[in-house]
């Protein structure tokens, strides 16, 4: 704490009063049943929609390990961040409507309502193992880096600190205090992390002083195919089935636009939430190459304390401690969403079919019950995520790479067509959890496997190449075991997909209003265009 001005202590304090007071009045106006509690009672304006869409993405990982892979190679990690604007508009124009129209609580049960009860059993379970195995350990671990560089706490000192501060207001408040808090905090977090790059980048000279002081190729975000992290091939072709999984199927994301007051509300939403998604590569990434720039040490394996590093030698009192409430507000974000959404499927997913008949009361405590239970978990494994990388988000995007492919292939192409039955989709979960675990196993004994066998060759595939051919297999199996097994009956398939949808069904936005949405998303397309050719 030596390095925090009493001015600083003062601007983090306010923080988490107001917070504190959002969080109170938001647990106020909950009615202790379970669509108020799992879902804000679906009536969440557009506003708060994408800004919690922003901010429960934006997390921890995102300010070291962004961050830190910036530091470490330059802006091409940010090709997930500009990615995420078009998986965006594919989640408000494609998915949004049949999410909304079915009344799911959860994407496993939109999974049963599409395919049958073992899909859903699925996803559940593997939902909640990739939660311990990327949301929550990663947001743990990197609330360990930056809370320890600010105070001098240990990693697991620190982790406790924030799984009771941020535990308290999600037990109390459920899904309108998650969201609501997310809305000032994303406000905090784009305002602190724009001082941060705005400083940073008069420290190291301005643009010109920035270029001259790192490789030329920290620049350029298109690799060539052979590039360890990022090739072109990849960023092509893998990193959009990541996004599909992770922005149009997860329950941590979708979560915030199934509490959308209306369809149109949840398309404005994320439209919003394409648009802030353009900021993290200039507010995240950048300070990360600014902090090489500026320190030897940040760089290797030390990377990831670029972020931090920055504002504990660079900021001015009270900038700060603005700057720390910011990441803590990113910290506290990505686990308020992680508790939320875990407790969420435990309780309506598992609990919920074990005991039907119970009461609203009874499937609120159990939420509030289960919203730690993993917690102790993704601490477990915080120890074996350095076997994968020891870039912080190059290992969580690892580790998606191995559970999003079977799982985008189900939703979009179940989604699009009507052939696809709830056997096909099975046949494809699980040969794409076995290969994905297979994978993963292997990542974690590398070091063990002999050179030049197959087995080291399956390892260094880059991950977004596995990917994608991960993707190609369980889509090719999805579709050559539903046509040879029966269709779906007709009633499975109803206003669930778009050849079966009805036209009064599909009208679900004004013509005007439709135009207003269409043209917001063709300029966000374009000016995601423009940066990726000054960038190129």
């Known amino acids: 704490m030596a390095n925090l001005h009493l001015f600083d202590l003062l601007v983090i304090a306010a923080y988490f009063l107001v917070l504190l007071g959002i969080g109170t009045w938001a647990a106020r106006r909950e009615k202790n049943v379970s669509a108020d509690y799992f879902l804000a009672s679906r009536d969440v304006g557009w506003l708060a929609v994408g800004a919690s869409l922003f901010a429960s993405n934006i997390g921890s990982e995102h300010l070291v390990g962004l961050a ?3 530091a470490a190679s330059g802006l091409a990690v940010g090709h997930f961040e500009w990615l995420a604007c078009f998986i965006l508009l594919l989640l408000g124009w494609l998915f949004v409507p049949f999410y909304l129209r079915s009344g799911v609580y959860t994407m496993p049960e939109f999974l049963e309502r599409r395919f049958n009860p073992a899909a859903r059993s699925y996803f559940t379970w593997v939902s909640v193992i990739g939660y311990v195995l990327t949301k929550i350990s990663v947001t743990l671990f990197a609330g360990g880096v930056v ?4 105070t001098g706490l240990n990693l697991y000192t620190s982790a406790a600190v924030l799984i009771v501060i941020t535990g308290l207001y ?23 992390s724009a001082a941060l790059a705005l400083v940073g980048l ?6 010109s002083g920035l270029r001259a002081s790192v490789p030329a190729g920290f620049f350029s975000m298109w690799k060539p195919v052979n590039h360890p992290d990022f090739p072109w091939t990849g960023i092509v072709f893998g990193a959009p089935i990541l996004g599909v999984w992770y922005w149009c199927t997860d329950q941590h994301i979708v979560q915030r636009v199934l509490a959308a007051r209306n369809v149109t509300e949840a398309r404005r939403g994320t439209i919003l939430a394409g648009f802030l998604k353009i900021l993290p590569v200039f507010i995240f990434v950048l300070p990360g190459i600014i902090a090489s720039a500026l320190y030897a040490d940040i760089r290797g394996a030390a990377a990831n304390s670029a972020y931090p590093a920055l504002v504990t030698r660079l900021l001015p009192a009270g900038l700060k401690g603005l700057v720390l409430a910011g990441m803590l507000a990113a910290l506290m974000s990505s686990l308020a969403s992680a508790f939320n959404s875990c407790s969420t499927l435990l309780t309506w997913d598992v609990y919920r079919k074990l005991r039907p008949a119970a009461s609203e009361q009874r499937l609120v405590t159990v939420g509030r019950v289960t919203t730690v239970l993993l917690v102790g978990l993704g601490l477990l494994w915080i120890p074996f995520m350095k076997y994968i990388s020891s870039q912080l988000y190059i290992y969580l995007q690892s580790v998606q790479a191995y559970i999003a492919p079977p799982i985008a292939a189900c939703f979009l192409f179940g989604i699009m067509s009507k052939r696809l039955n709830g056997t096909g989709a099975l046949a494809a979960l699980w040969t794409g959890f076995v290969l994905g675990a297979g994978r993963l196993g292997l990542e974690l004994g590398k070091t063990h496997l002999p050179a030049g066998s197959v087995w080291s060759w399956i390892v260094g595939i880059n991950f977004l190449h596995f ?14 075991v539903s046509l040879m097994t029966q269709p779906p009956a007709p009633e499975r398939v109803a206003d669930l997909t778009y050849q079966t949808v009805s036209p009064t069904a599909a ?28 960038f190129r």
């Open 170 to 192: 999600t037990i109390l408040g459920g899904l309108r205090a998650v969201i609501y808090t997310e809305v000032m905090q994303a406000v905090v977090l784009i305002a602190g």
């Open 147 to 150: 809370m320890g560089a600010v």
């Open 467 to 480: 990917a994608a051919l991960l993707f190609v297999v369980c889509t090719a199996i999805l579709v050559t």
């Open 68 to 70: 830190g892979t910036g």
């Open 202 to 207: 008069h420290a190291v000279g301005g643009w």
């Open 507 to 534: 009208a679900v936005t004004a013509p005007r209003e439709r135009r207003v949405l269409i043209a917001f998303s063709v300029l966000l397309a374009a000016v995601i265009g423009v940066l990726w050719i000054v």
